[in-house]
């Protein structure tokens, strides 16, 4: 059996050898033969074992492995220290530095950037795709300077927090005094808020002047960007935000929202869903249309398809259902990444059709309930009938969880074992993340806010 590290590098492997294979329209056996060669071994059979959940015995062949699928596949740096941990690299940073200063890449220490502490941006579990356009557009204004406050403005699910995070990994280097996000699914209160303000900035409230004082006082002269994520449930302490922009004038606020905070100076970029082909029926002959694998909403199909079942792979006929899936769920990622999961029982026919079906059914029986959320809620309640009694039992009380917890938390509320929760992230209920990317990472775990409330609704409706 292989242990839950080889598991995972084997997976990464897996997507990384997918990448190269449609960057360079070759296939599978082909990439392995070349990678094995490239490693001084014979052909790919080496490449294939590790696949198989085995751990490269040597570093050297691990460096040399990181290498050309740093060279051949284009991942981000959070996705190669991945990479590289999982096959337990003693000296994960260091090596990075030197593959990214080798290669001239200037997104990793090559500039002057803000010390690692201040920087609290967590790591992804997944790989960021797509959003090209995007990201052009917010990184901008972030960096721009007419825009001070900028709300990315969405229905949940809809990849608000990921391209929030990404535009803010990009415009790293404009804040000599770092980018600091706040999560603010756990905030209640204003007394709350600023308080959650101050952990991410590392700021002591003292006694004596009010906190908001202090908070002001503290950011005045400061460069730099706060990343409030979740902001809706607190639009009206918007204010704090417009008081903020007024003190310090260096400080820029970007958002993520379902609904816009309606202040003076605001700026609202709209985020809608991933791409994915529009024609009613895919044909790889259509002139103009971009190849199969460049819509976004396709790939995080096929790469979360991937992390589930480490084998599958896209046949000709699955095409047409992957495009027709893309299109019931309007590209939603949060509902891709969960329909992809069902590939560990289904085909990719079945699930267009099992969502197309559940989607007709909420149709007719509640008729007021717009498409938008009709899809996703066809999706919820597909992926939750996956789940056995057990599982749904562990993932409602789950649910009373906001934010993120640790797996002794989830064992004393609900028993849930290791092998349990891992299934969970496999199934996409839940994510993994970790806290500190050394040696001695903390791995917690998050449900999106959006199938917590679903399964908490399972919940009150139970009791
Ligand atoms: N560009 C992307 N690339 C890869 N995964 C994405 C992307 N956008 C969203 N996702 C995934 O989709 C899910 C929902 O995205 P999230 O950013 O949490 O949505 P929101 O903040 O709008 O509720 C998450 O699991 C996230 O990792
Ligand atoms: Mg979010």
């Not at 490693?39 to 492995?65: F, T």
């Not at 609202?268 to 024609?279: I, R, S």
Request: hydrophobic share 45%; proline share 4%; charged share 25%.
């Amino acid at each position: 059996m292989a242990n839950a590290a080889a598991k995972r590098f084997a997976r990464l492997l897996t997507e990384a050898i997918y990448q190269i294979r449609h960057r360079e329209s070759k296939n599978i056996q082909l990439v392995q033969d070349e990678l094995g060669y490239a490693l001084k071994k014979k052909g790919g059979a080496s490449i294939e074992y590790w696949r198989k959940g085995n751990l490269p015995s040597k570093i050297s062949d691990l460096e040399a492995l990181a290498q050309i699928i740093f060279e051949r596949g284009n991942f981000s740096a959070e996705w190669m220290a991945e990479f590289l941990a999982s096959a337990r690299h003693p000296h994960v940073n260091s090596f990075l530095a030197q593959l990214f200063r080798a290669n001239n890449d200037n997104s990793f220490s090559t500039q002057p950037k803000p010390a690692a502490s201040l920087m609290n941006i967590p790591a992804q579990p997944t790989p960021f795709l797509g959003r090209d356009h995007e990201l052009a557009v917010i990184t901008e204004r972030l960096v721009g300077p007419s825009c001070r406050i900028l709300t990315l403005v969405g229905p949940g699910g809809i990849g608000k927090t990921r391209l929030a995070l990404q535009a803010v990994q990009k415009s790293v280097q404009h804040f000599p005094d770092g980018v600091f996000f706040v999560s603010l699914d756990r905030v209640s209160s204003p007394a709350l808020l600023l308080d959650s303000i101050a952990r991410a900035l590392q700021f002591a409230f003292e006694e004596g002047l009010p906190h908001k004082t202090q908070l002001l006082n503290f950011l005045r002269e400061k460069r730099l960007l706060l990343l409030l994520d979740n902001f809706e449930h607190l639009i009206a302490e918007a204010p704090l935000v417009a008081d903020v922009i007024a003190y310090a004038h260096h400080v820029q606020i970007l958002l993520t929202s379902r609904e816009r905070l309606r202040l003076r100076g605001e700026w609202v970029y709209e985020v809608t869903g991933m791409q994915f082909p529009y024609e009613e029926s895919w044909s790889e002959s259509t002139i103009a249309e971009p190849d199969f694998y460049e819509f976004s909403a396709v790939k995080l199909f096929v790469q979360s398809a991937q992390r589930v079942r480490a084998d599958f792979a896209v046949r000709d006929d699955d095409k047409q259902a992957i495009v027709r899936i893309c299109q019931l769920v309007e590209g939603f990622p949060l509902a891709i990444e969960l329909a992809a999961s069902w590939v560990r029982v289904l085909n990719c026919t079945e699930i267009a059709r099992e969502i197309e079906h559940n989607y007709e059914f909420l149709a007719t029986t509640w008729r007021d309930i717009p498409p938008r959320h009709r899809s996703l809620q066809s999706v919820f309640d597909y992926s939750w009938a996956l789940l056995s009694p057990h599982e749904r039992d562990i993932v409602e009380k789950l649910s009373v969880f906001e934010g993120e917890f640790s797996r002794e938390s989830a064992m004393a509320a609900c028993g849930a074992s290791l092998p349990e929760l891992s299934d969970l992230v496999d199934k996409s209920f839940l994510q993994m993340i970790k806290i500190d990317r050394r040696e001695t990472a903390v791995t917690h775990y998050e449900m999106h806010e959006l199938l917590r409330i679903y399964a908490l609704d399972k919940l009150n409706a139970g009791q």
